[in-house]
């Protein structure tokens, strides 16, 4: 069943709006300033009596160079000692995390995302994973899911041997297309070689896992060179792939305002794009995860959707959601039980924070009941395409359809469009509405209509 996937184009062009990711129930959005420190110490006092295992993401924002469709929180330099004082202040943001916390909560999941990781030294990057080895509790029998993602232009066999040497098992690799028209329209040269070399060293090196990184809708991308460079990428067989809708978003961000907007491909054309890829990953055994997501049948997250044991969280589709997620690092953001918060995402404030002994939070959110309700509901849909009213039900105590009777209506449309089956007992998310699934979330999300919709990228 989760192989069914139809595309249906009239259905796409009438679905396809902006919306959220769902990384998160309520986005990142709701986040705001009355939220602050004292609540992410209130919570990690409350995880560390529960005893709740961990999940810790360590964000590095320092690039070499800039690729103009970026929207991550990032800083471009060429000075590479910007790094240290910069790795100062986030070994004193371990400190006074992890002092709040319990040795017997381990570390099942980690994380280094950015920017470019790898941006560090071969010293700097031991010195931080000692630190972090120090103060939590990491697994030592290479059990834990503990990934690095990793610019190809960046790194070589040594810099893979060291990672491997400090315990991580997965790896992400940012490819984005092949065609060399495209990269120097976006200011990124990347050779195949590059990549295969790396997978080549991680196949070696047994790491556990290889993604890769995919955008359509690029400058100067067709449906016929895309094509080609998903034929390259499939013969170098990663264990997950990562195929993103590229958000044309400058009035957002400024590195966008470097592309030629008359370059982009036309939106008939993103959609070939997309279709040709579903199925040639298809016709290779690959699997639609869901929201961009594609992997091999052993892989652990076809396998966990397959078991219904599925989540999602800020660092995308997960295994190790029941993990309490702690955020590391500039503009990083923690999920601590029901709070949810966020450091500040400029450099400078951050580091000023630590200095002061004080941690960087600078907007959060406490769940309520109602969020909790409706961020199960969403994450059951986005992560599994199904839901039983009763789980709900039992859960919270709820009467289903009493409650989200005011989401009836629209329920009913989807149903009567073909995205859904409803009935009195469950909602199904078809084939043809599977690549839609953020327009089904979407009826659940009791904030959307507060922003504008040029805030989100478009459903596909």
């Known amino acids: 069943m989760l192989d069914d996937l139809r595309w249906d184009t009239d259905l796409i062009r009438r679905y396809d709006l902006s919306g959220p990711r769902y990384t998160s129930y309520p986005t990142a959005l709701q986040l705001h300033s009355e939220v602050g420190s004292f609540d992410l110490l209130h919570a990690l006092r409350e995880s560390r009596r529960a005893v709740r295992p961990l999940s810790l993401y360590v964000h590095m924002p320092f690039c070499a160079n800039i690729c103009y469709y970026c929207a991550c929180n990032k800083i471009i330099t060429k000075d590479r000692a910007r790094a240290q004082p910069y790795l100062q202040r986030l070994e004193q943001e371990i400190q006074l995390i992890a002092c709040h916390l319990d040795s017997r909560q381990t570390v099942e999941q980690l994380h280094f995302g950015g920017g470019t990781p790898t941006f560090l030294s071969h010293v700097e990057l031991r010195q931080l994973m000692a630190t972090l080895r120090q103060h939590f509790t990491l697994l030592d029998d290479d059990s834990g899911d503990y990934g690095i993602e990793i610019d190809p232009r960046e790194a070589d066999w040594s810099t893979m041997g060291l ?258 089956s409803l009935d009195a007992q469950r909602i199904e998310v078809q084939p043809a509405g599977r690549l839609l699934v953020r327009s089904v979330c979407m009826v659940f999300d009791a904030y959307l209509a507060q922003h504008s919709q040029q805030r989100f990228s478009r459903v596909i």
């Open 163 to 420: 990672l491997r040497e400090l315990g991580f098992n997965r790896v992400s690799l940012g490819v984005q297309d092949l065609d060399p028209a495209v990269q120097r329209a976006v200011n990124r040269l990347q050779s195949l070689e590059q990549t295969r070399t790396l997978i080549e060293a991680a196949r070696t090196l047994q790491f556990r896992s290889v993604n890769l990184d995919l955008i359509y809708g690029l400058p100067k991308q067709t449906p016929e060179g895309f094509a080609r460079t998903v034929d390259e990428v499939i013969q170098l067989q990663p264990d997950r792939l990562s195929v993103f809708n590229y958000a044309h978003l400058p009035e957002r961000f400024m590195p966008q305002r470097r592309i030629d907007s008359n370059e982009l491909p036309a939106p008939a054309a993103k959609l070939e794009m997309l279709h040709n890829t579903i199925e040639q990953l298809t016709a290779a055994g690959y699997r639609y995860i869901g929201m961009d997501h594609f992997a091999l049948p052993d892989d652990e997250l076809a396998i966990a959707q397959e078991e219904g044991t599925l989540q999602r969280n800020f660092q995308g589709y997960t295994t190790h959601g029941h993990c309490d997620l702690i955020g590391l690092g500039v503009s990083a953001i923690s999920q601590i039980g029901d709070l949810y918060s966020q450091n500040s995402s400029d450099l400078a404030i951050y580091q000023q924070s630590l200095s002061s002994a004080q941690l960087a939070t600078q907007r959060g959110l406490v769940c309520n009941r109602d969020d909790r309700i409706r961020r199960a509901v969403i994450q059951q849909l986005i992560c599994h395409f199904e839901l039983d009213f009763e789980q709900i039900e039992s859960t919270f105590g709820i009467d289903f359809r009493g409650y989200f009777v005011a989401e009836w209506p629209a329920l009913q449309r989807l149903q009567r469009d073909g995205l859904i």
